[in-house]
């Protein structure tokens, strides 16, 4: 007997069943319910070629969107929360039709001309010094000290990379925001007021809640969510920039923190939204963040400036790439030093994002040039001479976003 296909009517149906009785209604720890009806601003702006190549290519590789969205020819069917309808994103019938696409920020296309020694002239940067350093760094796990030498907190020094870029992009036409201008968190929530969210944290990772693991989540979600969270509504809400340019340094496992270890290890990368995971995508809030992020089109401009940014901090370093070598990152374009991973400030900014992920903070020469602190000039490191990490860092940051936004016409 042949067997018919079910009427295309049928399919919403039947989704919407499955979703709502194996339906998944998570919130990431702090995340604010998302508003479904904000995607109707995109409604017919994409392809749906370029919308599944989007999906498949960068924001979720492998299949990792087929749990909870449904393409079909004219229209993708996206879960929202159990109980409710799918969100119906219509497709443009091409990208000739396509309609406009809504965006607080500027690619480099739409951006005023240059003018006569302002190659930045125009753009809207925000700067964003990774962690918090001072006082908190101990709690947010990223400080250590090696023999009475001077502590290595990562806050500190991504502020002081910071403090040096803005005047240097300034000087170069750039209008320039900092996300924090000191060593303490724009958030005003505190680990102490933090405990019911901790323990439903643990509990949805199926963590016992002991007292040092809760301590110690209490914490995390201050440092590493509430404060992301707070910033990211800067820059969406108050800075509306036409790039975040996020600044960290990395590090290898240091085993014991009380004697950390020195390694030889040093190398670069960049990264991009993208490679949600099928779990990851079990939360509404982050498919909700991952629409946003495909939508508004900022994967074009992202991978475009932080291309020219790696290369040229590839040069200034001559440090190798850092390789992945799990499923939580893919490498999405011909440079090797730039990665998709998807982290809380990459997906919560709504902008084109170059996440900067220099130097191995516990690597012998590093170590020596953090201790050296920053100075005017070159000093020899290894037999090279070389300027002061923090002026290698922020040069090589301005030299790239010179190269790529000068290239507009006078």
């Known amino acids: ?91 443009a019938s091409s990208r000739a039709t396509a309609k406009a696409i809504p965006s607080y920020w500027r690619s480099r296309r739409v951006l005023p001309p240059v003018k006569p020694g302002k190659p930045l002239a125009g753009l809207k940067i925000t700067l964003d010094p990774g962690h918090l350093g001072g ?20 806050g500190d020094m991504t502020l002081t990379v910071a403090k040096l870029l803005a005047p240097k992009l300034e ?23 933090l405990k019911k969210t901790a323990a439903a944290s643990l509990a949805d990772r199926d963590i016992t809640p002991t007292a040092f693991h ?41 085993s014991n923190p009380a004697k950390p270890n020195l390694v030889d290890a040093n190398h670069l990368h960049f990264l991009v939204a993208g490679a949600f995971s099928p779990e990851e ?30 290369s040229k901090m590839a ?11 799990g499923n939580n990152a893919i490498s999405v374009n011909h440079n090797s030093y730039i990665w998709a991973r998807n982290l809380l400030a990459n997906r919560l900014f709504s902008c084109p994002v170059v996440y900067v992920e220099p130097y191995v903070m516990n690597s012998r020469i590093v170590f020596a040039r953090i201790q050296a602190g920053d100075y005017k000039g070159l000093r020899k490191f290894g037999g090279v001479p070389r300027k002061s990490i923090y002026r290698e860092y922020a040069d090589a940051i301005v030299d790239g976003l010179v190269a790529y936004y000068s290239n507009r016409p006078l």
Request: charged share 25%; hydrophobic share 40%; proline share 6%.
């Open 315 to 325: 040069a200034a370093t001559k440090l190798p790439p850092f390789i992945y070598q």
């Open 171 to 193: 000087k170069l036409g750039a209008k320039v925001s900092l996300t924090r201008s000191k060593a303490e968190p724009v958030t005003t929530l505190r680990p102490s007021r």
């Open 135 to 154: 006082s908190w760094a101990r709690m947010e796990e990223r400080w250590f000290q090696i023999s009475g030498k001077k502590p290595v907190t990562e």
């Open 214 to 254: 809760l301590q110690k989540e209490r914490e995390r979600l201050f440092y590493r969510v509430a404060e992301i969270r707070r910033r990211a509504r800067l820059v969406n809400k108050t800075f509306r920039p036409d790039l975040v340019v996020c600044l960290h340094f990395n590090a290898e496992g240091w």
């Open 1 to 91: 007997m042949k067997r018919h296909a079910a009427p295309a009517y049928i399919l919403p149906l039947l989704l919407f069943l499955s979703w709502t009785a194996g339906g998944i209604g998570k919130l990431s720890p702090l995340a604010p319910k998302p508003d479904w009806s904000s995607l109707n601003a995109y409604q017919e702006t994409i392809t749906r070629q370029d919308f599944l190549q989007l999906l498949d290519k960068v924001y979720a590789p492998r299949g990792a969107w087929k749990e909870s969205i449904a393409i079909h020819d004219q229209d993708a069917l996206i879960q929202t929360h159990p109980g409710a309808a799918p969100f119906r994103l219509r497709f």
């Open 281 to 310: 995508l079990t939360y509404e809030d982050q498919r909700h963040e991952m629409l946003v992020k495909l939508l508004n089109r900022s994967f074009a401009e992202e991978i475009a400036v932080t291309d020219q940014v790696a």
